[in-house]
């Protein structure tokens, strides 16, 4: 069966750094549009990035354009999200999603992970 497995969240300072990875199984990762979304308690989940099938192709939600890079390596099934200056807004659980088709930043996905916890404090 698919399954998608974040990893490296964790507590961090605001202005620090994290790097979360997702590695996915079951299915042919070159062949989806990878993502990352965020919900924070009381909110609604929000999309923070999207890469295409080559990663060509990148879009980023308005709150995190300039901090946040994702990237994917389609030999290793995995998907990262680089984020940088981190604020304490950006505290939420995040989850990487893949689909085949669609448009990248709608939440409509095929397949989602557990979330890994991303906690900023001041």
């Known amino acids: 069966q698919v399954q998608l497995v974040e990893s490296g969240g964790g507590l961090v300072q605001a202005g620090g750094s994290l790097r979360l990875s997702c590695t996915a199984s079951?299915?042919?990762?070159?062949?989806?549009?990878m993502a990352w979304f965020r919900q924070a308690p009381g909110k609604e989940r929000e999309f923070v990035a999207a890469?295409?099938?080559?990663?060509?192709?990148?879009y980023y939600g308005d709150s995190v354009k300039g901090r946040f890079t994702i990237s994917r390596d389609n030999a290793r099934n995995t998907v990262y999200l680089q984020m940088n200056s981190l604020k304490p807004e950006d505290t939420a659980l995040y989850y990487c999603?893949?689909?085949?088709?669609?448009?990248?930043?709608?939440?409509?996905?095929?397949?989602w992970g557990q979330g890994t916890q991303v906690t900023v404090y001041h």
């Open positions: 999603a893949a689909k085949v088709f669609g448009i990248p930043t709608a939440r409509a996905y095929d397949y």
């Open positions: 890469i295409s099938r080559n990663a060509l192709n990148v």
């Open positions: 079951g299915l042919t990762f070159s062949s989806y549009v």
